[in-house]
């Protein structure tokens, strides 16, 4: 198809069909479909490729967009997947979980009045169609080179370390203490973002690579100083699983869940893989109340909705425009129900007989930014009430938990937590055969931003084991 610099005159932005709010919230399955061949070619074909292209500087990992998206333009689909996955490891997973409209679509020059180019649902076409049509990462001319790592945790930062190790010939061990690849992209975020099918779909695609999973594996100081003895290099992609509970009282009382249980409960719920401890389910009729603005207090809130809740409240304590989550994830909430209240500061969960019975919260407004350039939500006096509820969401953000024996191996962490990785390569711990990447570097982040870490930590330390 031949390109017109000036498609996107006379063709409007357009998004993958969306399923109707009343049948969506009914199930599971992700609420966007997919673009066909033509759709895709169109809507790429609305990419003016700007002389400096902003979307690309914008994305974390620096996809080269204007590039594949020429390239499924002219209906090139294998060339645009084996491009799309030079920079991006995990292509069709981001293009469905990032938030564009804060990225590459929101920096896109014809987002300026025109609508943004839709990367996100052309990257997830790109990868999902290709490998439908039968393409596969092409490993034939790796050569091996008898070095062999091992990565432990399988969500986004792990299995980017996977993809480029054994692009370099580096076998990857991978092992996590779940019984599915994925951590957070498989128990974390619910289905109607990321069907899981898609993650196990990406580990036939590892597998075809060379990369070995070890599943429903714990690592222990006596497994981890077998690994360190076993293999060349570690990559700790372990994640962010302590939870912030903003010391609120009655953060104890029943029915008062931090939000990582309560998504991960469900999902091994769906997938029927349920263990003793997970969080009850049982919403329905019931009021929920979701403390938080990021995009895990979406996923909360429209769990809440599915899972049947009479009444459903994202409480933030700022402006919408503050909320650090992705803007189309907010409209979804609120297209399906949810309610929010903004500008109020969560004061305390009030309980009844040991149970929650309602979050007293007090106005805030919006006054000088802090150290991290966001203003300060500070309250209003008089501002006091009652919010009713049944069941309290805390989705405050999440902290590392650093494993008791890091420092036995010299893996530093700061006070907060988070592994130090200063030892002088990308993601080089102060122990030079111990790498990290992801959240348990940044603290709480998104996928694309663990990717990039863990692809950058797998070129590290490919390139360490090559000159010895």
Known sequence: MARDAFQFLDLPRAMPE??????????????YGGFDAEAAARQSGRCIDCGNPYCEWKCPVHNYIPNWLKLVNEGRLFEAADL????????????????????CEGDCTLNDGFGAVTIGAVEKYIVDEAVRQ???????????????????????????????????????HVFDRNEAIGGLLTFGIPPFKLDKAVVETRRGLLEHMGVVFHLGVEIDAERAAGLLADYDAVFLGTGTYSAVDGGLDGR????????????????????????????????????????????????????????????????????EDSMPGSRREVGNARDEGVEFLFNRQPLAILGEQGRVRAVRVATTRLGEPDAAGRRRATVVDGGEHEIEADVVIIAFGYRPSPADWF??????????????????????????????????????????????????????????????
């Open 18 to 31: 969306e399923a109707p709010v009343l049948s969506r919230i009914r199930g599971w399955k992700e609420i």
């Open 84 to 103: 799309a996955h030079q920079t991006n490891p995990l292509p069709e997973i981001c293009g469905r979980v990032c938030p564009q409209d804060r990225l």
């Open 134 to 172: 039968g393409w596969r990462p092409d490993v034939s001319k790796v050569v091996p080179s008898g070095h062999r790592v091992a990565i432990i945790g399988a969500g986004p930062a792990g299995l980017a370390c996977a993809d480029r190790l054994a692009r370099q010939g580096v076998q990857a």
């Open 252 to 319: 104890g009382l029943q029915g008062v869940y931090p939000a990582l249980p309560y998504l991960i409960g469900n999902v091994r719920r769906l997938l029927d893989i349920r263990r003793p401890d997970d969080v009850d389910l049982d919403l329905d009729g019931r009021r929920v109340v979701v403390l938080g603005g990021g995009d895990t207090a979406m996923d909360c809130v429209r769990t809440a909705v599915r899972l049947g809740a009479a009444r459903v409240t994202c409480v933030y304590r700022r402006d």
């Open 407 to 468: 420092a036995g191996h010299g893996v530093a962490v700061g006070e907060d937590g988070r592994v130090r990785v200063d030892g002088g390569l990308p993601g080089q711990t102060r122990n030079p055969r111990v790498f990290a990447g992801g959240d348990n570097v940044r603290g709480a982040d998104l996928v694309v931003t663990a990717v990039f870490d863990g692809r950058e930590a797998g070129d590290a330390i490919a390139r360490m084991l090559r000159q010895g």
